[in-house]
């Protein structure tokens, strides 16, 4: 049974940083292409960023370039999400997920190949 369980969402000032956490069981996470996604109040999920199995490549959301930075340590079968220079509009549950792929399609933002989700992690930015 694959289990997905974030971690590290809080309540920050806006220009802060937060890390997100994400560590996986019950598959073969070096095999994966791992991905972050969001969802605010009244919209819909988006895509934050994606990462292939080995760490070589990874895709952002263009509103998070530059600012936010995914990494994975596949020892420790974990999934990070470093966030930096934090604004309101970041606000949302943030969720880990893992690919059935090891790749990120092109439509990774809509979470294309993504099957298994954790329950979320909530990321709060005051103004």
């Known amino acids: 049974q694959v289990q997905v369980v974030e971690s590290g969402g809080g309540l920050v000032e806006a220009g802060g940083s937060l890390r997100l956490f994400c560590l996986v069981s019950g598959l073969t996470f070096g095999n994966s292409a791992m991905g972050w996604f969001r969802q605010a109040a009244v919209k819909d999920r988006e895509g934050v960023a994606c990462?292939?199995?080995?760490?070589?490549?990874?895709y952002y959301e263009d509103s998070v370039k530059g600012r936010f930075a995914i990494s994975r340590d596949n020892a420790k079968n974990t999934l990070y999400l470093q966030m930096n220079s934090l604004q309101p509009e970041d606000t949302a549950m943030y969720y880990c997920a893992a690919s059935q792929l090891s790749v990120c399609l092109g439509t990774w933002s809509s979470a294309g190949g993504f099957g298994d989700w954790g329950q979320g992690t909530q990321v709060t930015v005051s103004s």
């Open positions: 990462i292939i199995y080995n760490g070589d490549r990874s």
